[in-house]
């Protein structure tokens, strides 16, 4: 009899071991892309300093991911400032280089370089790019409780005139985050209707009604740059300054890369004149950057927001940062997703990258463990590269 009830005891309980894994299994496919990251591998480079392994050590077929790095070169970018720069995007409001590197990019697994090309130190524009820095910045204003909730109006908080009107007052620091705020008004000489061909170049909009704040995703660059003149506000000090030592010395970046602000977007906080930042270079200026420096944020945010045993990004946050908003496309708070696989078809569901003009990525994949930073090329070799490294993986 007791042999009896401790068989059924154990089937139950093999039962209720099974039911859990099942859940999880189940639960695990639902979750943002960072929560399903590997763990932390163990390595992070140190400043000025970063390990390399063979395509054989992390797993690679070295033939294969050789033939991956020959297609990436195959494919630059037609990218010319001096002429695509106004005439895709407007008058610009800030500065531009003349020239940019060709093609380059680092390829990241377990936390180790396995394949470079190209000028990987070249501290060019990455355009867009900038926005998952400034969602990553606001990530630290929320840490420090300067923002309480994310669903909070801005209002609330800033008191600039920016948040006056009926309409703005509604708007919260997630709308912003997801691109979905509506709001209304001029910034630094541009109109967040985006309405003129001379201001915006080939991205300018028709009009349109505007819709309720969180009801209506828009990709704007005015309304990002909203964003980031309220986080200036509410941080008191310039937003460089803040990624520099709250992330970006921490990870062991250089010091050669600039966040340039536009000469016209100065406001007088304490009595300092400090320039607000612009969430990409669309009107000039912007995140100028290095594809090395760009490939240890892509480490840090792959692994959950710490780096050598610091937590530096709230994980909580890059969970909420990488789920899809309600009504745009694959996005989170200022990240691309895949979770629909309509940015990348070859790349897993849970891959999300930060993606600039140009065309230029910092993308993540939890499931390989990879970051790929590529700069500087035809935007349809994004998915042929992914096909190429992922195929190249042995192990």
Known sequence: MKQAKAVKHATALSALAGLIGLIGLIGLSALPAIAQAQSSPGYFPAPGQWQHK?????GFDAAKLRAAIEFVQAHDSGWDFAKDQQRVFGIPLGPVPAHRAATNGVIVRHGYIVAQ???TKANDPVYSIAKSF??????????RGLIRDVNDPVAQYIHDGGYDSAHNAKITWKNHLQQESEWEGVLWGKNSDFVGHEQYGEGEHTPRPIQDPGTYYEYNDVRVNR????LLRLFGQPLPDVLRTNIMDPIGATHEWRWIAYPNATVDIGGRQIG?????????GGLWINSEDLARFGLLILNHGRWQGRQLVSEQWLAQATMPSAHGPDYGYLWWL???????????????????????????????????????????????LTQRVLAAIAR
């Open 227 to 230: 964003l980031s003149l309220s």
């Open 117 to 119: 090309f190209g000028d």
């Open 338 to 384: 895949n979770t629909k696989q309509k940015e990348w078809p070859s790349a897993p569901a849970s891959s999300f990258a930060a993606v600039g003009n140009g065309s230029n990525i910092v993308w993540m994949d939890p499931e390989h463990d990879l970051v790929i930073v590529y700069r500087w090329y035809d935007h349809q070799a994004m998915d042929g």
């Open 134 to 143: 400034l969602s990553t910045v606001c990530s630290l204003a929320v840490a």
């Open 276 to 284: 607000s930042v612009p969430g990409g270079t669309r009107w000039g």
């Open 54 to 58: 063979t395509p054989e050590e992390l």
